[in-house]
């Protein structure tokens, strides 16, 4: 089993960045790529960003290219999702997942790859 805990979100205001972290827990060595999805009021969950267990892989959704960055310290078995210029549409639970069945050769999109999930940290953007 894994788990995951996610953390730095809060109340800002468009422009503003803010750093997500995700910290890791129990058979961490069993997790290959890590991702972020978000899921805003009244939407599905959607993904915005995920990373290969080497970290050479990485993907974004197209509404957070450019702007948001994935990272991974596996010695720390922690995962980071660095946010800048932030929009109010990017108000969102932000939830932290890890794939423990896949390979360090691809990133999946998909929710249903990630059978690992946090509980989720708030991310309130004001215009």
């Known amino acids: 089993q894994v788990q995951l805990v996610e953390s730095g979100g809060g109340l800002v205001q468009a422009g503003d960045s803010v750093r997500l972290s995700c910290a890791a827990s129990g058979r961490t060595s069993s997790i290959y790529s890590m991702g972020w999805f978000r899921q805003a009021p009244g939407k599905e969950r959607e993904f915005a960003a995920a990373?290969?267990?080497?970290?050479?892989?990485?993907a974004y959704a197209d509404s957070v290219q450019g702007r948001f960055t994935i990272s991974r310290d596996n010695a720390k078995n922690m995962e980071y999702l660095q946010m800048n210029s932030l929009k109010p549409e990017d108000t969102a639970v932000y939830y932290c997942?890890?794939?423990?069945?896949?390979?360090?050769?691809?990133?999946?999109?998909?929710?249903?790859?990630?059978?690992?999930w946090g509980q989720g940290t708030q991310v309130t953007v004001s215009s």
């Open positions: 997942a890890a794939d423990s069945t896949g390979s360090d050769l691809y990133v999946s999109r998909r929710a249903t790859a990630y059978d690992y």
């Open positions: 990373i290969s267990r080497s970290g050479r892989i990485t």
